[in-house]
């Protein structure tokens, strides 16, 4: 026990000062969190059962989707949804398709290639929006098309997740094809319930102790995560739908009260999943994970052009390389894959694929906002 | 008034902003957490912000505040116009005063003032330059010219003060 305990506090301790040059560099911290557990794995990896791993990623990932839920409102959602239909499209296929087509060319199976496209697909909401704010960005024109992309990856991903969550049960085809119906109509079925109904459930939520707040959300949570898995879509799906249900000032509240837990139990997440990579096995996937990172930043780039269409040129280019960074997303896909036993070179890509998109987004963002065009030249003002 | 533009930001709140006659893109973001952001773009590329502003909601109301006229219609009740010497003035005839009943000539030679009530507004309709026979009645409003000092002095008189 005290070795358990001793390790923890390590870990926590190496998470804390991460965190602190994270927020002294502006930087996101989640590529310093894999590259601590990474540092662990080389270390020796750490003492927990892997029953005590499978139950902190799981409660982590069920709160990371739900704060990501919390995020948007239902009309945010449809809204976005009619907006960037063309975007959306152009989004998938520029970005899933790298992913999905390096899968094949390692010559991994049509699901772990499809778990691979999901990793290249989905950009880091989290690191964006973090990135948009940092930079003063949030005003800028070309933003609202990156932030509505943002939201149709996220939704997308609800219908994403239980697919591959079935798929990756595996079983016969019959049993599977009905298990994916059960669980795109569950999905379905539930986002609309949380639209049209989720007020009645802030108003039972709602309670002036913080304490009360916590408890009975979070209880909801796991209940709601642990009906998803019941019914055999995945759990985090579950909890991004009842994110989206609440609503009005208890978004806030469990915002205020979640976020912490959410924060520790996260970092703790990232840091534990690279620290189950062999460390050894980072040298042979780099060209391969490097390669797919240069490939994919540059259809990202591509997916900003297209979608801040209605920008002058460096705005477009600024949309492009705000989405290039990938993050926590791509690390549920890849863990989700790795628990149910995929291809062993799956986590290790995943890793360093995510460490270099995160590290290189962010700066591309950054330096971005260097391109300029010359400006027209100004009436001449007369002088007096 | 310009029109303004109103945008939703998913996740983040909603951009409100409008082209100044200058050129250049003002705006505020109204963040979900209550945060405002008071954005100006240049009018060379009205696609960036030049300068953004963060400011927490009680900043924002400070600003508000400052920015428009709630504040200032308290004061323009007691605003004594200062023309050269020359004040300008209103005021109530309060009834507990000795002014209800006395005709303006009485009013402005209980003492010897150096203002004049040169019009009298009553149930919201104004009567200029009133005869010095006319008698003023509770809840009248005097309009007072005079010196600041006699002003004054006329003030004290129909309020009872």
């Known amino acids: 026990m005290e070795v358990v305990l001793l390790e923890l506090g390590a870990i926590i301790l190496a998470l804390a000062l991460l965190a602190r040059l994270a927020a002294h560099t502006g930087f996101s911290p989640i590529p310093l969190y894999l590259l601590a557990g990474l540092a662990v794995s080389a270390l020796g990896g750490v003492d927990l059962s892997r029953e005590a791993i499978q139950l902190e990623a799981d409660i982590a990932v069920a709160l990371l989707l739900f704060m990501l839920g919390l995020e948007y409102t239902g009309e945010e959602l449809s809204a976005s949804l009619r907006t960037s239909r063309l975007g959306s499209a152009v989004d998938f296929l520029l970005n899933f398709t790298p992913g999905f087509a390096a899968g094949f060319i390692l010559g991994w199976s049509v699901l772990e290639s499809v778990v691979l496209g999901g990793i290249t697909y989905i950009s880091s909401s989290g690191i964006i929006a973090k990135v948009l704010d940092d930079l003063n960005r949030l005003g800028n024109r070309e933003t609202p098309a990156v932030l509505s992309l943002l939201v149709t990856e996220d939704l997308a991903m609800a219908i994403y997740l239980p697919l591959v969550t079935v798929a990756l049960a595996g079983g016969g085809f019959l049993s599977g094809f009905l298990s994916v119906v059960i669980a795109v109509s569950t999905v379905l079925l539930a986002l609309y319930m949380a639209l049209r109904h989720g007020r009645h459930v802030t108003r039972i939520l709602t309670h002036a102790s913080d304490e009360v707040v916590l408890l009975s959300v979070l209880a909801l949570l796991l209940l709601v995560a642990a009906l998803g898995e019941l019914l055999q879509f995945s759990a985090a799906v579950g909890a991004f739908l009842l994110g989206i249900a609440l609503s009005g000032s208890l978004v806030e509240r469990a915002r205020t009260v979640l976020g912490p837990l959410r924060d520790l139990l996260a970092a703790v997440f990232f840091l534990l999943f690279a620290a189950g990579v062999e460390v050894g096995s980072i040298p042979g996937v780099i060209v391969p994970a490097l390669v797919l990172a240069i490939v994919t930043m540059l259809t990202k780039l591509a997916t900003g052009w297209i979608a801040a269409g209605s920008c002058a040129l460096p705005g477009r280019v600024r949309a492009g390389a705000a989405l290039m960074s990938r993050g926590e997303f791509s690390v549920v896909i890849a863990d989700l894959a790795v628990v149910a036993g995929a291809q062993a070179r799956l986590g290790p890509l995943a890793v360093t694929y995510v460490l270099i998109t995160a590290v290189v987004g962010p700066l591309a963002t950054r330096y971005a906002g260097l391109v300029k065009v010359k400006p027209p030249a100004l009436p001449q003002q007369r002088s007096v | ?161």
Do not use: N
């Open chain 2, 1 to 161: 008034m310009l029109p303004i533009r109103e945008t939703r930001l998913p996740g983040v709140g909603v951009r409100f902003d409008f082209t100044a006659k200058g050129g250049e893109r003002v705006g505020v973001i109204v963040h979900r957490s209550g945060r405002r952001d008071v954005i100006v773009c240049s009018p060379q590329d009205p696609d960036v912000c030049q300068e953004v502003m963060h400011l927490d909601e009680e900043e924002a109301l400070a600003l508000v505040e400052a920015m428009g006229v709630s504040h200032s219609t308290g004061e323009i009740a007691k605003l004594q116009l200062a023309l050269g010497g020359l004040s300008i003035d209103w005021v109530e005839v309060a009834k507990r005063s000795h002014a209800p009943g006395k005709t303006v000539y009485d009013v402005e030679h209980v003492e010897d003032v150096d203002a004049s009530i040169v019009a009298v507004v009553r149930e919201g309709e104004t009567i200029a330059s009133p005869a010095s026979t006319f008698a003023l009645q509770a809840d009248d409003t005097a309009v007072l010219v005079g010196t600041r000092e006699g002003v004054d002095a006329l003030t004290a008189l129909l309020t009872g003060g």
